[in-house]
């Protein structure tokens, strides 16, 4: 069996471009990502709205391929009427499937609005539009960077699935026990829905590093001293970080992940590499 005839399957995370060439690279990495059959795209959201509307053409864009395709949607910075309105206009566009967010608020912008956690969005979701979404949400199993420690971290992930969610799709990590470790106490918890892997492709080592700092997934010594050695070889890196993310995903599937989502950057080789060399 190949990685995409896996039960629950592959999924592929998008951004909204800003521009006319941004797009036209979209539309491409949709078509070459498409004919894997994920089970679903989805479409990252600025916290506090502010890529709201991006967000949405996009996914509409995204969507003609006729693969399901969720928004993803943050409640930080935004009032509930706000985001009443934003859930009956995907309805409207026949949207079924969302990733539930609290996100981040950007620095200087004004209040933590009327939810304050993710578990109270999924809460809202539910009781503004019932079983219409399918709704995913996120997981740390290096920690989120604010919880004080993993087992706080933990049972806040298991409030907000008990809340209504039906997945849940982990920050990307590069050591799998660390996702063995969640899984297991999060069952222990109660929690039976399906916890994939978050997959971040390796493809350049300072961007990577940058937003590893920032959202607090570790890089381990060994892969951080390699990539630096390469310096600028962006062949190396890419070549190297193959290898390593395809090692992670086959341990990742043997140990039982129920499927992979990659955090693709709008690109597809370097995720098509990786779902190349898995068996599932
Ligand atoms: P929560 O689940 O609310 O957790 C946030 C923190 O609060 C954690 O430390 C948790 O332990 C704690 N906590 C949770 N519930 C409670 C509670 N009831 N009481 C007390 N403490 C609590 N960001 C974007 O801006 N746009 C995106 O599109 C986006 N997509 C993402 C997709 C995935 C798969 C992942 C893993 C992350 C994504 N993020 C995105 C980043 C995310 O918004 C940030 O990590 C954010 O800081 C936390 O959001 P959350 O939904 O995990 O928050």
Same mark, same amino acid.
Request: one cysteine or more; aromatic letters at 8%; proline letters at 5%.
């Given at each position: ?10 999924? =592929?995370?998008?951004?909204?471009? $800003? ?35 991006? %967000?949405? $053409?996009?996914?509409?864009?995204? /969507? &003609? @391929? ?25 309805? &409207? ?13 950007? @620095? ?7 939810? /304050?956690?993710? $578990?109270?969005?999924?809460? +809202?979701?539910?009781? &503004?539009?019932? *079983? ?18 993993? *087992? ?20 990307? +990590? ?5 996702? =063995?470790?969640?899984? &297991? ?17 390796? %493809? $350049?080592? %300072?961007? !990577?590093?940058? =937003? ?21 070889? @962006? ?10 993310? @395809? ?27 990786? !779902? *190349?060399?898995?068996?599932?």
């Amino acid at each position: 069996m190949s990685a995409h005839e896996h039960p629950l399957g592959i999924s =592929f995370e998008f951004f909204p471009p $800003n521009t006319d060439a941004g797009r036209d690279k979209l539309m491409r990495t949709r078509d070459a990502l498409a004919r894997r059959q994920p089970r679903f795209f989805s479409v990252t959201y600025g916290a506090g709205g502010s890529t709201q509307h991006r %967000t949405l $053409n996009t996914v509409q864009a995204v /969507r &003609e @391929s006729g693969i399901t395709t969720a928004p993803h949607l943050s409640c930080i910075g935004s009032e509930k009427a706000v985001l009443r309105d934003l859930l009956a206009q995907y309805r &409207e566009q026949g949207i079924d499937s969302l990733v539930a967010l609290r996100g981040d608020l950007p @620095s200087g912008m004004g209040g933590i609005g009327e939810l /304050r956690y993710a $578990n109270e969005l999924v809460e +809202f979701i539910r009781e &503004e539009t019932g *079983d219409h979404f399918e709704i995913a949400v996120a997981a740390y199993p290096e920690s989120h960077p604010q919880a004080p420690s993993l *087992d706080r971290d933990v049972e806040n992930f298991a409030r907000k699935m008990k809340a209504g969610a039906n997945l849940a799709i982990t920050q990307y +990590f590069f050591t799998a026990d660390a996702y =063995f470790h969640f899984v &297991e106490r999060a069952r222990v918890l109660g929690v039976e829905a399906p916890i994939v892997p978050g997959i971040m492709p390796i %493809t $350049n080592y %300072t961007k !990577l590093a940058r =937003f590893s700092d920032a959202c607090g997934a570790e890089i381990p010594r060994w892969i951080r001293k390699q990539l630096e050695a390469y310096g600028d070889d @962006s062949q190396a890196i890419a070549d190297f970080g193959e290898d390593v993310i @395809s090692r992670l995903c086959q341990r990742l599937l043997d140990g039982g992940a129920p499927g992979l989502h990659f955090y693709t950057l709008n690109q597809a080789e370097p995720t098509l590499k990786v !779902l *190349d060399n898995i068996r599932a």
